[in-house]
């Protein structure tokens, strides 16, 4: 699907015994970042957050992939945030469900982890979390990390193929069905209208239809970040084509 990505990444090193590559497309995720503004602080720790977060994301796959014998695992950060490529049988289905759901549970716990430490300091150590005029660090940081892997859980689980929640989707059809055709229609039936709808709430399109206002009045403003979403859609519905279709 990403074939030469990897190939035009830097090597940045192993990580729990999986090769760890950079591509240069990352530095557009890093100017969005950037774009959205906020201070320098919170764009440190936004940055910060992201790039542990999806890394910790796509080592659960990894590491689920390698329990389950996958072999040549490795891991590329790229524009669209994280890619885990492995060697394996994709024909069991149980084997697959457990590698993709991986992912979003490391998210998943990530964020919870974050809120929970975040109302156990508050509730134990306010003087940790606040000095009565501004948030810590530590409870600023905990913040901007529960808020990251929430976005990255709930993202990664729309059910747009090839995303992780559009694969449960996938392999959970065929688990059901047993017919590989139909879940292929599901699967790209669901990214089309899940990519639409995503798209029209994120950049409140229906919000401003039911309120009577025109298609030009919600172009008008449209940011840069919406046009970033439209172009990862674009290009998670062409894989998603690419493959299903
Ligand atoms: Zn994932």
């Known amino acids: 699907m990403l074939q030469g990505l990897r190939h035009d990444a830097w090597y940045v090193g192993h990580l729990a015994g999986v090769p760890l590559y950079v591509h240069w497309s990352v530095l557009l ?23 542990i977060g999806i890394v910790l994301h796509e080592l659960g796959h990894a590491l689920m992939a390698r329990w389950c014998g996958a072999s040549g695992i490795t891991i590329t950060l790229w ?9 394996r049988d994709v024909e069991r289905i149980g084997r697959e469900l457990a590698i993709v759901a991986a992912g979003p549970a490391v998210s ?10 975040l109302a156990w300091l508050q509730a134990h150590h306010p003087h940790l ?11 600023h940081a905990l ?3 529960a808020a990251v892997n929430m976005s990255l ?26 017919n590989r055709s139909l879940a292929r229609q599901i699967s790209l039936f669901l990214a089309v209208i899940g990519a ?7 950049t409140d399109l229906w919000a401003m239809l039911a309120a009577g206002e025109s298609w030009t009045a919600w172009a008008a403003q449209l940011s840069w970040s919406d046009a970033f979403l439209a172009l990862l859609l674009l290009w998670i519905l062409r894989s998603a084509f690419a493959y299903l279709s």
């Open 79 to 87: 524009a669209f945030g994280g890619l885990c490529e492995s060697r």
């Open 143 to 145: 913040a901007v990390g």
């Open 153 to 178: 859980f709930i993202f990664n689980m729309l059910p747009i193929f090839p995303m992780d929640g559009g694969q449960l989707v996938y392999y959970g059809a065929i688990g059901v069905t047993g």
């Open 108 to 117: 998943l716990a990530l964020w919870l982890g974050c809120s929970a430490l």
């Open 29 to 51: 995720l890093v100017l969005l970042v950037m774009s959205g503004g906020g201070g320098a602080e919170r764009i440190i720790l936004i940055l910060l957050a992201l790039v």
């Open 196 to 202: 639409c709808a995503f798209f029209g709430w994120r």
């Open 129 to 139: 979390v606040s000095d009565g005029y501004r948030l810590s660090l530590l409870a």
